[in-house]
């Protein structure tokens, strides 16, 4: 460590425990990222990288989950059920620990991807792309969604959201990847573009999306709604609505919309319909419901996954997020409530015309997505969402994850197999 400490003092990075101490939080914030990111995390990764690869070690990181997530349990339950792969996981609870818990949980992940032969990620890393990765190691980027909706990654860079491009390069948080997953052809030159990719390397792979493969798994779309009549009694014999947006503001303190209207919806459609709410992970704090529609409308977010509620939905309403293309799959209706969509242009900005891609209404007030749901009938146009689905969709047919399988493991599949 004492060769580390001399580069730091020498670039003003470090100048010993009590002076960081009482250095500003905004300035110990940039010490700290940038002794962990260019040397503390790549020297873990140095001394654990001489040790010979092991060729069937898999490890899967989940940046802030606390559990295997529906990006990675597809494929993650096929190699442990099927194959005799060594198989670890990592949770680093990115935000939602302390500093110092986190550090702990990134150089143990770090000593673990040093030797393996396989790493799989579903969302951007800065951790994971601060380390000189092995040229034996194949990583690969599920990613969390699918489609390309609000810009991420470099696509962000001087916007609001982003930082400065200079600090996004110097930093970066999608690197050393060998394959990136994406669910259409249509969709590769925008991965590209957020992730810092040049076209000529072909890392992005049209291949489709692991997690989608269950929208096409009859037991699995029956069992989810066999789990909603046994949590929600009082949805048997009625349709489902959901709701879920976005979330608002930076993924640290990420907020749910607060314009919603559940008592208007409760009104309008409790004998018809039930709400559910299903609000992003990011979000801690989630706007209460009514108690007097405590029978129409109820909060999943911590019930059931969005996969299992998208099986079981009706009617989707969303805003900005990218579950829409994992809904356009059932070809049902969708709602955009987009009422704060110049602000959200701005803070973020979209790959597409958000006028053209929405296969659906775009509303701004609880008044017309009423007036809409209330003559579904006649207004809903399926001929737009099976022609956005084919756009954006078109490699996720239930077969992805046997694809990614065997464009990542080629030959090791096989002997691997139980």
């Known amino acids: 460590m004492s060769a580390i400490k001399d ?43 001489k040790q010979p690869v092991k060729e069937d070690k898999v490890v ?24 005799n792969f060594d198989i670890h996981e990592h949770f680093l609870r990115t935000t939602f620990v302390s500093r110092k818990e986190h550090q702990e949980r990134c150089k143990a992940m770090i000593r673990d991807i040093a030797d393996a032969k396989y790493v799989f990620l579903n969302e951007a890393s800065n951790v994971v792309s601060s380390v000189p990765m092995r040229k034996e190691t194949i990583q690969t980027q599920l990613w969390h969604g699918c489609g390309a909706f609000k810009k991420f990654g470099m696509s962000t860079a001087d916007l609001i959201f982003g930082e400065n491009r200079k600090n996004m390069l110097k930093y970066p948080f999608n690197k050393n990847y060998t394959y990136v997953t994406v669910s259409s052809p249509e969709v590769v030159w925008a991965y590209e573009e957020a992730m810092n990719i040049k076209p000529e390397e072909h890392i992005v792979r049209p291949v489709g999306n692991s997690r989608t493969d269950v929208f096409f798994d009859p037991a699995y779309i029956e069992a989810a709604k066999k ?21 608002r503001g930076r993924v640290a303190k990420a907020a749910s919309p607060k314009c919603f209207d559940t008592e208007q919806f409760c009104k309008a459609f409790s004998d018809e319909y039930v709400l559910i709410f299903k609000h992003h992970p990011l979000v801690r704090k989630r706007p209460p419901i009514p108690e007097e529609c405590s029978s129409f409308a109820v909060d999943f977010t911590d019930t059931m996954t969005i996969d299992e509620l998208l099986c079981v939905s009706d009617i ?3 805003d900005y997020s990218s579950l829409v293309f994992e809904y356009s799959l059932f070809e049902k209706p969708m709602i955009f409530y987009a009422y704060d ?64 399988e065997k464009m990542v493991f080629g030959d090791a599949l096989q002997e691997h197999a139980k």
């Open 227 to 247: 789990k909603l009549e046994e949590l929600l009694p009082q949805s048997k014999g009625k349709k489902v609505i959901l709701y879920a947006p976005t979330f």
């Open 60 to 83: 899967f990181i989940e940046i802030r989950q606390p559990q295997i997530s529906n990006s990675f349990k597809v494929i993650y339950d096929d190699l442990k059920n099927n194959y």
């Open 341 to 404: 969509l110049d602000n959200y242009f701005d803070w973020r900005g979209f790959y597409y015309d958000y006028y053209e891609l929405a296969p659906g209404p775009i509303c701004t007030t609880n008044e017309e997505m009423i007036d809409y749901i209330r003559h579904i009938d006649t207004r809903f146009e399926k001929e737009k969402v099976t022609a956005f689905k084919e756009k954006f969709m078109s490699a996720c047919d239930g077969h992805a994850t046997e694809r990614i």
């Open 316 to 318: 989707c309403i969303s």
């Open 7 to 49: 580069k730091l003092r020498k670039t003003f990075v470090y100048k010993g425990y009590k002076y960081v101490k009482k250095l500003p939080r905004r300035v110990k914030n940039k010490v700290y990222k940038h002794y962990t990111l260019k040397y503390l995390y790549p020297s873990v990764y140095k001394k654990y990288a």
